[in-house]
């Protein structure tokens, strides 16, 4: 690989860590407009290929999306630069405020700075509904196949499994028929495991070093532990941010004060319920990957430990959460493009593509109705402010002249001065 011709496509991937928010489905607007609407590294189809295929595995979803896009255009190494610059800011971030977190009693006017975030995030998911759809949804078929989606996702965006489930439905709702897309002879192709033994070593000897550690209360045993939590959690979480916070809530602050836990008199990793809330409150205001929440939490349980062990916490957070998500899609995405010249699956990608346009448009519905909807319910007044920003986001969107991240610092402006 020739690095240097790559350096532009890098370049834009740092801008985009440095601006995307709004958590995976924001960050699909923005990709959408970057990658494919002004650098052209991969196409509409592609992109909504790559974000329904990392939706089936565990993980950051839109960290092995983008991740994905630079396999695409250079390789496994540049699949892993692009993976490095797209985290370590948002890391490098969140782990500075694990330190910070005392100098912060003014937080409430710190995070003014972001209180247009949101509206513009939604303002980019409704974007990037209305262009895909314009590709994946063409037939009968598909077009139930996204009202369904659409419905299932704003009714249970917040249970885990809803995106894998959707997606696999449509995939198979696609094959009810063969007359469009009949089979052909396609030749196998050796599949590479060492992706996929390095995950499950991992995995393994993560856990056996931790429970050994513990029951023999190792001196230094904490890193150890903390490596096999969020190795565990990049390995098994099903729906992003969301559902990575409660599992953190429950191993950091509602687990140690267990009865069972305190007869012990085993000292475990632990943090406040405040700690925890501002941590879980400004990673989904900052740019950058929701799992970067790793580094702040990573760096909190170690505080007490001293500065040196804390930023090892932070390292080791950031490290050891977004891992286990570059291996599986790394090793699953050969598979799968493979797989792809068999009809069965080329078949399912219509369903898969018109899945992931109902995802988006579900999950623009329910932040509609979370952040707009729910004033009128409680008899509040609706942000016209907000609602403004999410039609300007839309409408500089669709105009093709405005770069998307100035539309964030414009809205993060906007919230510093308003």
């Known amino acids: 690989m020739v690095l240097t011709r790559h350096i532009p496509f890098l370049r834009a991937v740092f801008l985009h860590s440095i601006t995307a928010v709004g958590g995976p489905q924001g960050h699909m607007g923005m990709m959408l407009k970057t990658f494919v609407q002004q650098r052209r590294d991969v196409t509409e189809k592609e992109l909504m290929e790559y974000n329904g295929f990392c939706q089936l595995l565990p993980g950051a979803s839109s960290t092995q999306t983008l991740t994905l896009i630079g396999y695409k255009r250079g390789g496994l190494w540049l699949a892993v630069l692009t993976l490095l610059i797209w985290i370590t800011p948002a890391c490098v971030l969140m782990g500075g405020i694990s330190f910070l977190l005392d100098y912060m ?31 994946a949804v063409n037939n009968t078929i598909t077009k139930v196949i996204m009202v369904v989606a659409t419905v299932g996702t704003f009714l249970f965006f917040k249970t885990p499994l809803v995106f894998p489930v959707v997606i696999v439905a449509g995939g198979i709702a696609t094959n009810f028929s063969d007359r469009r897309i009949p089979q052909k002879d396609v030749p196998p192709k050796k599949i590479k495991w060492g992706n996929i033994l390095i995950f499950f070593a991992l995995f393994g000897l993560a856990g056996y070093l931790s429970e050994t550690a513990s029951a023999n209360d190792w001196k230094n045993r904490k890193p150890i532990n903390l490596f096999e939590h969020f190795y565990r959690f990049g390995s098994l979480v099903f729906g992003g941010g969301d559902v990575l916070m409660p599992l953190m ?51 909190m349980v170690l505080r007490d430990e001293g500065p040196a062990m804390q930023l090892l916490g932070c390292i080791i957070g950031s490290i050891a959460i977004f891992l286990p998500s570059a291996l599986l899609v790394l090793f699953f995405f050969p598979v799968w493009h493979n797989l792809k010249k068999y009809a069965v699956i080329y078949r399912s990608l219509e369903g898969i593509n018109a899945a992931v346009v109902g995802i988006m448009a579900g999950a623009t519905c329910y932040l509609v109705q979370d952040t707009f909807l729910a004033n009128l319910i409680d008899m509040q007044a609706i942000g016209w402010w907000d609602l403004l920003i999410v039609v300007v986001t839309f409408l500089l969107l669709g105009s093709n002249k405005v770069a998307a991240p100035f539309i964030v610092l414009g809205c993060l402006l906007l919230g510093w001065f308003v």
């Open 249 to 299: 809530y429950e191993q950091y602050v509602t687990h140690p004060e267990n009865r069972s836990v305190k007869e012990t008199k085993r000292e475990v990793l632990r943090m406040n319920k405040e700690e925890f809330l501002t941590g879980s409150g400004m990673v989904r205001a900052i740019p950058g990957p929701v799992f970067s929440i790793g580094a702040f939490t990573g760096g």
């Open 105 to 135: 009693d003014d937080m409430g006017l710190k995070a003014g700075v972001f209180k247009f975030v949101r509206p513009m995030a939604i303002g980019f998911i409704a974007y990037s509904t209305f262009r895909i759809f314009k590709v």
